[in-house]
């Protein structure tokens, strides 16, 4: 007797064959992608309804970007899809076994502990520390400076970040951050390009990222010795509190089973917080404050908004819920610029994207930079326009259409403390300075390294307001 399919089974068999992109030369689209990532998936996707198959040399790799097919990958059928081989290669000699790059028992167990630290609850507490960051920065550019903000931003995101974890400015440890931008370099080259060898591999670039990673981790490494040593001596009576910072949260963390997190499990959460936090954030600040100083309508309800409700005094988080312009400028920054703007998967087995067969092995690249301007979901895709996330208006769109944070279960832990930093970076630093552009920030485009970012960079003369 025939035994009736399961559903799953019967979908697969359903299935229509995928699309492909017409052939291009041997190499597939390797060029092309290899010359601009962005722009190539960008007029794939496009082109396509939202699923379409092209070549990378021998592989076959899938441009995903419509609500459904992002839904499928992410939520419906993401048992299907790993991180992919390269993503974790390359995150892992410095986060190890983090959320970035562990999966399965493991990664369902560590979000478990870890998430709850980052909750809507929790976040309000590191407001004070972001603004009185960013109010640094203010004091320090408001005699006129010129500067590049895509570095500035960096700066100040680092900064944050290494508060935020430790307590501690990175301003204070100027071998650490080098350390830190040396790493994240060499992981950009190791995710991006194909001419990437394995750290093993002793050549020069190689050796100066393995002595950056290592004294990142030995550096860290101590500074949890040290606290831990503090906590005991705290707890005996001896010593003072241990700070309230994302450290302290995660090393007092427990399991159901009542149990702590690993020294090196430790470590690996705290690097993988750092290196997922940074420079997404930086390049969501420094999107916003180009999208505003080419704008001045837009930059115009900020500071009316801005001006009502704060005047001059500095922005608490209780006052965030009385400035929604700020907030919707800012989320539609991510709409136009998402940080995360390709998120990477690979199909494990055979499976289907909204009713495409994919085969096993396939690279998937989620493409939230084109699923962001689908023209039946965002009119006029391309304009810059904050009402489009006005209360009404955000409500209406359909599930799965604004993804900068992604979804299901890998969906960004940090997404509300992200959106809470952005919020109050957008008020603080148009509150304080004016941003005009620069001659040389004219051409500034799109760049997908890693993340997206404004390149070459975004030249401005910033002053008191
Ligand atoms: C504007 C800033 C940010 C953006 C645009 C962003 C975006 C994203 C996206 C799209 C993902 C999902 C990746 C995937 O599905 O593979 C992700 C994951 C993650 N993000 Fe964020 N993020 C931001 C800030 C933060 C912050 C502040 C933190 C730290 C608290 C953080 C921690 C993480 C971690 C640990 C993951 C991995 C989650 C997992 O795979 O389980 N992110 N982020």
Known sequence: MRSRANPEERASADARPLPMAPKRGLLGHARALQTDTLNALHELSS???????????????????????????????????????????????????????????????????????????????????????????????????????????????????????????????????????????????????????????????????????????????????????????????????????????????????????SAELLLDEVLTTWGAAQETSADAQAWTLYLLARHPDVLKGVHHEIDTVLGERSVRFEDLAHLPYCLQVFKETMRLCPPAAVIPRQAVRDTVVDGCAIPAGAMIFLNAYSLHRRPEVFADPERFDPDRFSREREKELPKGAYLPFGTGGNVCPGSHLAMMEGHLLTVLLNQRLTFELLPQAADVVPELLVNLRPSPGVRAHVAAR
């Open 47 to 261: 082109g396509s309804d939202g699923v379409v198959g092209f070549r990378i040399g021998g592989t076959l790799a899938v441009a995903v970007s419509t609500p459904a097919a992002a839904r499928d990958v992410l939520i419906h059928r993401a048992d299907d899809f790993g991180r992919g081989r390269r993503q974790t290669r390359a995150l892992t000699p410095l986060m190890g076994q983090g959320l970035l790059t562990s999966e399965g028992e493991l990664h369902k167990k560590q979000r478990r502990l870890v998430v709850p630290h980052f909750s809507p609850r929790r976040i309000p507490r590191h407001a004070d520390l972001i603004v009185s960051s960013a109010e640094n920065v203010a004091e320090r550019w408001k005699r006129g400076v010129d500067v590049d903000l895509v570095a500035e931003m960096n700066a100040l995101t680092m900064d944050i970040v290494s508060r935020l974890l430790f307590s501690t400015s990175s301003r204070d440890n100027g071998p650490l951050a080098e350390a830190i931008t040396e790493a994240f370099e060499w992981e950009m080259h190791a995710l991006t390009s194909p001419f990437a060898l394995p750290l093993g591999v002793p050549v020069p670039r190689n050796r100066r990222a393995r002595r950056a990673i290592d004294g990142i981790r030995a550096w860290i490494a101590e500074f949890i010795r040290q606290r831990q040593e503090a906590q005991r001596d705290a707890d005996g009576g001896a010593g003072e509190d241990a700070p309230a910072d994302v450290l302290g949260d995660l090393m007092a963390a427990r399991y159901e089973d009542g149990g702590a997190m």
